[in-house]
């Protein structure tokens, strides 16, 4: 089990190396697509609650300090 996690990671942090700017771009998609999603009340507490703003900063900081160490 810990092999396979330790083989996960690997391939995780060599895709990711190549990619720098991935996670970054994600995490502003996400902010804007919960700038977008607050003009749809309909839809509940997907457009009050923020999700997307919160997982899309913390995913652009968590790309930026991956980006730096890589």
């Known amino acids: 089990m810990m092999r396979r996690i330790?083989?996960?990671l690997d391939r995780l942090s060599e895709y990711l190396a190549a990619r720098k700017g991935l996670l970054p771009f994600l995490g502003v998609f996400l902010v804007i697509?919960?700038?977008?999603?607050?003009?749809?009340p309909g839809l509940g507490w997907l457009s009050s609650s923020n999700l997307f703003l919160?997982?899309?900063?913390i995913l652009a900081i968590l790309g930026l300090?991956?980006?730096?160490a890589l």
């Open 33 to 40: 697509l919960n700038f977008i999603l607050q003009f749809f």
């Open 54 to 57: 919160h997982l899309g900063v």
């Open 65 to 68: 300090m991956l980006a730096w």
């Open 6 to 8: 330790n083989v996960l």
